[in-house]
């Protein structure tokens, strides 16, 4: 039997510890190892839910389908090489979302994080930092130190 192989064997096979921190976080020894397909199973589930409270929460506030246009259009704007013009409406998506969700809320954390990336694709690295330290910062409060979004944020730092 191959090594992949035996890892895709004993993955499915490994039952989940159960010395998982009160809010259903993994512990550091969990992290080290691979998920279990019931570990993968019930993230996936959550995920779910919480994508769909959020497209609940976006459809019943028209201010949140104006936030979400805004920041589509400036990805467009980004993705063409406007980075001047993705700016103003990520700023513009940023504003509505602080005055409507909170500073303390996932979607500002990510608005912060899609201005700072945006900052240094226009080769504005002071206001890249200073967009993606809030986006740490806020990041760690509202996802964890450990969440992939948090983590993605670092590695742009």
């Known amino acids: 039997m191959t090594s992949s192989a035996s890892r895709k064997k004993s993955r499915g096979n490994r039952q989940?510890?159960?010395?998982?921190?009160?809010?259903g976080r993994r512990t550091p020894q969990q992290q080290q190892q691979p998920l279990t397909d019931q570990e993968?199973?019930?993230?996936?589930?959550?995920?779910?839910?919480?994508q769909s409270s959020r497209n609940q929460m976006i459809s019943k506030n028209p201010d949140l389908k104006i936030a979400l246009q805004y920041m589509e259009l400036g990805k467009a704007l980004k993705a063409k090489g406007d980075f001047r013009g993705a700016i103003v409406e990520?700023?513009?998506?940023?504003?509505?979302r602080r005055n409507?969700?909170?500073?303390?809320?996932?979607?500002?954390?990510?608005t912060y994080y899609q201005l700072g990336i945006t900052h240094?694709?226009?080769?504005?690295?002071?206001?890249a930092l200073v967009e993606l330290k809030r986006a740490l910062t806020l990041g760690r409060i509202v996802w964890g130190r450990?969440?992939?979004?948090t983590a993605c944020t670092y590695y742009q730092l």
């Open 16 to 23: 989940p510890n159960v010395s998982q921190y009160d809010d």
């Open 40 to 50: 993968l199973h019930q993230q996936s589930i959550q995920n779910a839910r919480h």
């Open 146 to 149: 450990d969440h992939a979004d």
């Open 120 to 127: 240094s694709q226009a080769q504005d690295y002071d206001q």
């Open 100 to 110: 409507v969700v909170g500073k303390d809320h996932p979607d500002t954390a990510s």
């Open 90 to 96: 990520i700023q513009k998506a940023l504003e509505i």
